[in-house]
């Protein structure tokens, strides 16, 4: 059975998305199956939250709405040129090594099982979000406050094989989200080889490679928010509602998903010397909505964040910001500059603003995120060293991915700068159009 | 022959420096997924765990599962986890002793930091939090207490003299309170 849920959950989002996608079959099929997890994710998240098992109900309403909807303004996906198909080749078989992988993995990492696998276990085993786990303080370690769309996804494998003793599913869906995920960025990049290369260089990055199979919720957030931003902005998608689905489910991801969400839509909408076109206002609203959403759910259970809360920002003194900034400054610096890390990206995202011209709402963005991370860092209750020690390299990965993003997404020579979007829709009469 | 522009060639070099690159890294975290899962699989692990050790017995898990079958509360106290390999017979008395006493938060490492920090609401009896969760995982959908329990495992750490024992192995007892 375990088989079966392995399966079902990562097929049923390629057959539902697949009406929503038109063109290239390898793209079709991996941009099928990340708008099917967004679907599947979104709907279980909500039928969770109403519980009596609802949530497999919601995840297969959520499909039905995205073949239903997603018909009436599908997605032509082109075939790349030379660079784009050995890109997506390489991804594809490292994907598929991690697929296999998965088969023989458990979930391996302390993060993965106190916090993630605990709420699917709990979604599986109470038919929704409200048992202890998501309200007692006893569970206050699994960050209650956290937005549950992977656990959800999580616990439908569960359902399907009618146990949570065999987790290795769930390493298969992560797996199958980097796959479809990473392809799905690398046909948003223009179609020049370095763009490309420069794509790769970050999906296949030491750090994102270990973080996406580890069963954490880091990597497929920030996998989720890259795609959606880079679809939002990209000149080479004119159809524009796959990145409100994805930038709202990395919204429901986790909760620097949800920060930096709120960043790129805000970036985008404010970095601007002209009227915002339509989709930018869409796509604040799905994350917005998102966002408020699942606020007003952990308001309505009673859990707050542990870690920044009127308790840690009355704690912050003007001794803990100078002792604090030099040791974050030091421990961000020494993770982006280990090539086991992230060394092969800061070089690159440096050359990429050197030699590039960026799509500053991207560039701020990115900046803007990794100013929220100090700030996450600067007013942690936790020691400081211990802290860092088991996050920092994983929290980096969407700031840094969109830095990158924002010198690679145009290519090489176009003027972008706040007007790009004019440019666009020059070239493109249709973009803008959701 | 046609000549390659100059432009083209260092292009072409740049991509295949950069390439070589991305691949050779690449290499040490797929060996790192592939060596965890041999692990796993050699130890027979489907659940969740530290591959190829998973951090109590199955014997353990189930003696506190046996003891708590009516809808009661557990907790578990523990020496912390990084420090247990050092001295853990020292280490997990001082815990006892604390966790009897009622003297939790305590502060000696950082491991057990942050499981006091995250029950610092006072009197939480829970060791370290990496098993604290990992059994969470394995008791759901049985409860989690740490102040006022129903069923206590003490592992590697020695049990109060006066509390009713249900089950015990060579380095674990669960007690009922």
Known sequence: ?434 | MPSVPRGQTRLAAVAGVLTAAIVAFMVAPMWHDASQARAFLDAGQKELGPAGDPLLPRTVVEALERADQGGGTWAVVTPPLRESSTDPAAVGELIALRAIRGELPYRPSDGERISTELYRESRSICGDINYVGWLAYQMLPRALDCRHPHYVLYWRVRAPITAVRIAQGPDWTVVSR
Not at chain 1, 138 to 146: G, I, N, T
Not at chain 1, 295 to 303: E, N, Q
Not at chain 1, 306 to 326: C, K, M, P, Q, Y
Not at chain 1, 364 to 391: E, I, K, T
Request: proline share 5%; charged share 10%; net charge positive.
């Open chain 1, 1 to 434: 059975m375990s088989f079966l849920a392995a399966v079902v959950t990562t097929a049923l989002p390629v057959i539902a998305g697949w009406s929503a996608t038109r063109g290239w079959w390898l793209g079709r099929v991996l941009v099928a199956a990340l708008l099917g997890f967004c679907a599947m994710g979104i709907g279980g998240l909500l039928g969770a939250v109403l519980g009596n098992d609802l949530f497999l109900v919601g995840a297969g309403l959520g499909l039905v709405a995205l073949a239903t909807l997603g018909r009436l303004r599908a997605v032509n996906l082109e075939r790349p040129g030379r660079p784009g198909r050995a890109v997506v080749g390489l991804l594809v078989a490292v994907g598929a090594v991690l697929l296999l992988l998965s088969v023989f993995r458990a979930i391996p990492t302390g993060d993965a099982w106190a916090i993630w696998s605990l709420k699917a276990r709990a979604i599986y085993e109470s038919g929704g979000i409200g048992g202890p786990v998501f309200t007692s303080r006893a569970y206050v370690f699994s960050h209650q406050d956290y937005p549950c769309l992977l656990p959800t996804i999580q616990a439908i494998a569960f359902k399907v094989q009618g146990t949570a003793s065999l987790t290795w599913p769930t390493q298969w869906q992560v797996a199958w989200l980097w796959a479809s995920a990473s392809v799905g960025l690398v046909l948003a990049l223009p179609e020049d080889a370095f763009a490309q290369l420069a794509g790769a260089a970050l999906l296949l990055c030491p750090e994102v490679l270990n973080t996406s199979v580890t069963g954490m919720a880091d990597a497929p957030s920030a996998l989720l928010l890259l795609c959606g931003a880079a679809w939002l902005l990209s000149p080479r998608w004119q159809v524009k509602w796959p990145a409100f689905l994805l930038l709202a489910s990395a919204a429901l991801t986790k909760n620097e998903g949800t920060v930096e969400a709120l960043i790129v839509v805000t970036a985008a909408l404010v970095l601007r010397s002209s009227k915002p076109p339509r989709h930018l206002w869409m796509a604040t609203v799905a994350t917005l909505a998102a966002a408020a959403f699942w606020a007003v759910y952990d308001g309505i259970r009673g859990v707050s964040n542990d870690e920044i809360n009127a308790h840690t920002l009355a704690s912050v003194t003007f001794s803990t910001v100078t002792t604090r900034t030099g040791q974050i400054f030091s421990a961000m610096a020494e993770h982006m500059a280990d090539p086991r890390l992230w060394g092969i990206v800061v070089p690159l995202i440096i050359a990429c603003l050197v030699w590039r011209r960026a799509t500053w709402s991207l560039t701020a963005a990115g900046l803007a995120a990794l100013a929220v991370l100090f700030c996450r860092y600067l007013l942690s209750p936790y020691q400081l060293a211990w802290d860092m020690r088991y996050s920092i390299d994983r929290v980096l990965m969407a700031p840094l991915g969109l830095l990158l993003l924002g010198s690679v997404l145009y290519p090489m020579g176009t003027r972008v700068a706040a007007s790009s979007d004019e440019q666009q829709r020059e070239r493109h009469p249709a973009v803008g159009s959701a």
